[in-house]
């Protein structure tokens, strides 16, 4: 039976888990360090500890992280980019960021070229490349010291011949810059396509170190399986594709929570609720899997055309800061995050919290009860009131129908919840804690055809049909269980330009790691 | 023109988010990208100009009012976005060509990024946008306004793309004819340029235009934006508000999409979800969605409004960001009466988009 290791990097705690089939072996929480190495190693020793398993006999590594998304959202450890795009004299009147944050664009250093180049929809050039333009651009950067250069040229997911040229000309003349091309991240929208383009080149150091980090940490416990990392539609992607597209990450942690509590209840339809230290993410299991936002999505304020989890965030966690008395009552959205063991009355500390509500009133046992037993009961009672009226919402928000279907609560600050919010019943699984680390241990494989079909002499069904074919057959290749194969993308776009009514479809196709039943 | 000037009100930040989801619903889907027209408009409010709009009443008989909007595929103007001054290039040509001054702006299309284009445009001029348009929607081609079916020659016309290229159309000896040359034209220009008209009599824009669409639609954004901050239902407010009916939900199953002739020309299948389960949905898009099908049955269609919104955020969804696997609800809204009359279902009505099979039932009389 396979024997994997599933590890969740996140902002305050790293997790680990150990399966054997669908039987969770070991669990453990550890703190997440600066270095990411110290985390991970500790998680990943804890576990082997206590599944009592021998690590040589461990067959794959799955970690998946917020570590990027963090990055963005907490705006820390991003490299300054030359945002560089080829479509002058269109595209003028909206430069390169221009519907992100101040903050964030300030960050990345606010270095936008436009310059003349890029195609039309039929594949004639706009302009031709301007590339004098485009070496006083290379002088520039390296005067500047900016560190990574993201270029994206209008229609380039049609033709990225432009984007291409462009690069080859930049690295010519700095021979050691980093450069995202916008054709190998979106699809056609330039501008999220773009703002996807310029995060993901901002993330590069960031991301170099941290999957250098995993393979130190892995290499030092003496694991020697082959390790992947989670992608934002719950599929696993090899440690280099990490490396050159962090982008790729940023919705991954919702993603692990939510098929993690799947696959901790067996549960298919209902709302999960994943509360953390800080905050809580609430999201709908539809057929044992997580609902997709339909609409874009927005990261650190960053609108993206990522395929993620629609999932909504609320300012309460098990380090939420509750303030006043039970008139004046305010419940977050401070919290004392990683803090909480230092900070929160019941573990000695000298601030009030949520985790001290459910201690004194008695629905978890940690900490030390007697610090808390002199608060105020009515101010208990009030602050009980508010944490469910917090929850209830997010809840109904995700809700779409009024079947009664349960809720699943996971997450280390899960001792929140009630038993019942409204008039659905709340399921906390075993090993709720680590549900983001089971996930990860779950990820599925994916099978995924991007190319060029010639439509003349056959039809639009047959090569649909061809490419699902081809991709279920990769995802299969790759370990995937048959029976669980599911096309989650599926995109035509003729290019109007090519001879022989030409289209190019892109179409994934994921399913479960077989191994996983028995 | 000094008391028009004085009747006007000024667009703040809010109105134009509202207008963005208003002009979204009414779009029907095309009218280009109503967040890239969001941003355009906010851009030109940062830059330190006004966007105006001069209420219906307040226009004077003998003003001139020049329509303008951007014409091409959707697709396009998501992607090649424009250069930006497009729109005022028109109109200074055309004042140059026919030796007149512009007093107001007029919107062609209310729905989508044609909402926004005639501000941005007129706020670099310097003048207000009446409040009013001439599809109280948004419709694939230009001869579909109020404005030529009730008689007005749009041509002379300009038409300019982001190059700095610009097309004066002399004479066309039809509306319909208009639209042909001009289509041929947005094609050789890159599929997305804004066209100006010949102007209207401050008269007729008066007695023709679809009234107070400017008010109607950041009306119509702010309830939306007003039940979801209350967790209200969006879609419930959209249907009270518009008269409208939401008459199916379902998850998109297929999306054939390509450029013909200058459009976005495509179908759209829907699977049905929650009480539309066991059913298909057929989403017929030109440019616009222009038809909407159960299960082999036509529910609504032009020049009613078929509207795509998300199913749970009730944000207009349009043609260039459908994708497969969204979850969207389809709303039914009654057009403008001037949208029904015998003369105008000539050109708006089903069989002018080539479906003879189809009769249009006004949603409005059978409700």
């Known amino acids: 039976m396979v024997l994997r290791l599933g590890i969740d990097v996140g902002g305050t705690n790293t997790d680990a888990v150990i399966l054997r089939g669908r039987e969770v072996l070991a669990g453990v929480k550890s703190s997440t360090t600066e270095d990411v190495i110290g985390g991970v190693r500790s998680a990943l020793e804890a576990a082997i500890a206590e599944a009592g398993v021998d690590r040589s006999e461990i067959d794959v590594t799955m970690i998946g992280t917020t570590h990027f998304t963090n990055a963005v959202i907490e705006r820390r450890a991003l490299d300054p980019v030359a945002a560089i795009r080829l479509g002058l004299p269109a595209t003028a009147c909206l430069p390169p960021m221009v519907d992100w944050p101040e903050d964030l664009v300030e960050m990345v250093g606010g270095h936008r070229y436009l310059l003349r180049g890029g195609y039309e929809f039929d594949g004639r050039e706009i302009a031709p490349l301007d590339e004098e333009e485009l070496v006083r651009i290379a002088g520039e950067i390296t005067e500047k010291?900016?560190?990574a250069a993201a270029?994206?040229?209008?229609?380039?997911?049609?033709?990225?011949?432009m984007e291409e040229r462009a690069r080859d000309i930049l690295q010519a003349h700095c021979p050691d810059?980093?450069?995202?091309?916008?054709?190998?991240i979106g699809r056609i929208g330039l501008l999220e396509r773009e703002s996807a383009a310029i995060m993901n080149a901002s993330l590069l150091s960031l991301s170099d170190h941290t999957v250098d980090a995993f393979g130190q940490a892995l290499k030092d416990a003496g694991l020697t399986c082959p390790f992947y990392v989670t992608q934002n539609d719950g599929t696993l992607m090899a440690a280099d594709m990490v490396r050159r597209f962090p982008v790729l990450t940023f919705a991954s942690g919702p993603t692990n929570s939510m098929r993690g509590a799947a696959f901790l209840t067996g549960v298919k339809e209902a709302i999960v609720i994943d509360i953390g230290g800080t905050t809580t993410d609430v999201g709908a299991l539809a057929h044992g899997f997580p609902r997709q936002a339909s609409t874009v999505v927005d990261v650190g304020g960053v609108r993206t055309n990522f395929r993620m989890p629609d999932v909504f965030s609320v300012g309460l966690g098990g380090g939420t800061i509750i303030k006043g008395d039970a008139e004046?009552?305010?419940?977050?959205?401070?919290?004392?995050?990683?803090?909480?063991?230092?900070?929160?009355?019941c573990f000695g500390g000298d601030t009030l919290t949520t985790t001290d509500i459910a201690v004194r009133a008695g629905m978890a046992d940690i900490g030390d009860t007697e610090k808390v037993a002199g608060l105020d009961a009515d101010l208990v009672e009030a602050a009980r009131a508010a944490i469910y009226a917090i929850l209830e919402r997010a809840v109904e928000r995700s809700r779409i129908s009024p079947d009664p279907i349960p809720v699943i609560a996971v997450g280390g600050g899960s001792i929140l919840a009630p038993d019942r919010i409204g008039d659905l019943e709340v399921i906390r699984p075993e090993n709720f804690a680590v549900a983001n680390a089971v996930g990860a241990a779950i990820a599925q494989i994916s099978g995924e055809v991007d190319r060029i079909f010639a439509l003349e002499g056959t039809t639009r069904e047959e090569c649909l049909n061809s490419a699902e074919r081809e991709a279920s057959e990769a995802a299969i290749a790759a370990g995937a269980d048959p029976d669980t194969l599911a096309v989650i993308e599926r995109e035509d776009v003729p290019l109007a330009y090519l001879p022989g009514n030409a289209t190019r479809i892109h179409l994934k196709v994921v399913g479960e790691m077989g191994g996983l039943d028995a | 023109m000094r008391d028009m000037a004085d009747s006007c009100w000024t667009l703040d930040e809010a109105d134009i988010l509202a207008l963005e989801v208003g002009s979204g619903i009414l779009g029907t889907g095309g009218g280009g990208n109503p967040y890239i027209g969001k941003l355009r408009a906010l851009q030109t409010m940062r830059e330190g100009h006004k966007l105006r709009i001069l209420p219906l009443d307040a226009l004077?008989?003998?003003?001139?009012?020049?329509?303008l909007g951007g014409i091409g595929a959707p697709l396009v103007s998501f992607e090649r976005l424009k250069e930006g001054h497009e729109g005022l290039r028109c109109l200074r040509a055309l004042e140059e060509r026919m030796g007149f001054k512009a007093d107001a702006v007029g919107c062609e299309e209310i729905g989508g990024q044609n909402s926004m284009e005639p501000l941005v445009t007129a706020a670099y001029a310097g003048l207000p946008v009446v409040d009013g348009d001439g599809m109280g929607r948004a419709f694939p081609e230009m001869q579909m306004t109020t404005y030529a079916i009730y008689g007005h020659r749009s041509t002379p016309s300009v038409m300019c793309d982001p190059h700095g290229n610009a097309v004066c159309f002399e004479h066309a000896i039809s509306e319909k004819w208009h639209e042909i040359m001009a289509r041929a034209c947005v094609i050789a220009q890159g599929g997305a340029s804004v066209l100006a008209s010949a102007p209207m009599s401050g008269a007729f824009f008066k007695r023709h235009a679809i009234p107070h669409t400017y008010t109607q639609a950041i009306g119509l954004g702010r309830a939306v934006l007003e039940a979801r901050a209350a967790k209200e239902d969006p879609i419930a407010a959209i249907c009270e508000r518009e008269g409208g009916q939401h008459i199916f939900s379902g998850k998109i199953s297929d999306l054939k999409r390509h450029m013909e002739r200058g459009f976005n020309i495509g179908v759209a299948s829907v699977e049905g979800l929650d009480d539309c389960r066991g059913s298909v949905g057929e989403i017929t898009i030109q440019n616009e969605f222009l038809v909407f099908r159960r299960d082999g049955e036509m529910q609504v269609c032009v020049p009613d409004l078929v509207v795509v919104l998300d199913l749970d955020s009730g944000l207009p969804i349009t043609t260039e960001v459908l994708r497969y696997g969204q979850r969207v609800a389809v709303l039914a809204l009654p057009c403008h009466e001037l949208l029904r009359s015998p003369q105008a279902l000539e050109v708006v009505g089903p069989k002018a988009f080539g479906f003879e099979d189809l009769v249009y039932h006004p949603m409005a009389e059978t409700a």
């Open chain 1, 145 to 147: 010291g900016i560190r």
């Open chain 1, 151 to 161: 270029i994206s040229s209008v229609f380039s997911p049609i033709n990225r011949g």
């Open chain 1, 177 to 184: 810059l980093p450069v995202v091309l916008s054709s190998e």
């Open chain 1, 328 to 345: 004046t009552l305010e419940v977050g959205p401070k919290s004392v995050g990683y803090r909480l063991l230092q900070k929160a009355l």
């Open chain 2, 60 to 67: 004077e008989d003998d003003a001139k009012v020049v329509a």
